[in-house]
């Protein structure tokens, strides 16, 4: 599966932005699919996946209860709400797809996006 990510730019801080990640192919629900994020000098970290269906989805503890993720499977989309943004947030958004649920390191993801970049200033 091929991913694009879009949906980048930049906000002030308690800004929201909608990620979207379109995903070629038509074995797209076969994937749990995933989103990691990069700031400059800093390694790539977990923000959250969803399951197959979209029944299920999982935070990273520093985006919980701003960030919803969920997923069209007949558009072959998932959707990263990103609420109350704040400077920490700033960084290159990647989408990713895995075989294996609930994955929150990268070596289980085999597909991944170009990236979208976020900055939000303060």
């Known amino acids: 599966v091929q991913l694009q990510a879009s949906g980048g730019g930049l906000v002030q801080a308690g800004g929201s932005l909608r990620l979207s990640c379109a995903a070629s192919g038509r074995t797209f629900m076969n994937y749990a699919m995933g989103w990691f994020r990069q700031a400059p000098e800093k390694e790539r970290e977990f923000v959250a996946t969803?399951?197959?269906?979209?029944?299920?989805?999982y935070y990273a503890d520093s985006v919980k209860g701003r960030f919803t993720l969920s997923r069209d499977n007949a558009k072959n989309t998932v959707y990263l709400q990103v609420n109350s943004l704040e400077p920490e947030d700033t960084a290159v958004y990647y989408c990713?797809?895995?075989?294996?649920?609930?994955?929150?390191?990268?070596?289980?993801?085999?597909?991944w996006g170009q990236g979208t970049l976020v900055t939000v200033s303060s």
């Open positions: 990713a797809a895995s075989k294996l649920q609930y994955a929150t390191a990268t070596i289980w993801y085999d597909n």
């Open positions: 969803i399951s197959y269906s979209g029944g299920s989805t």
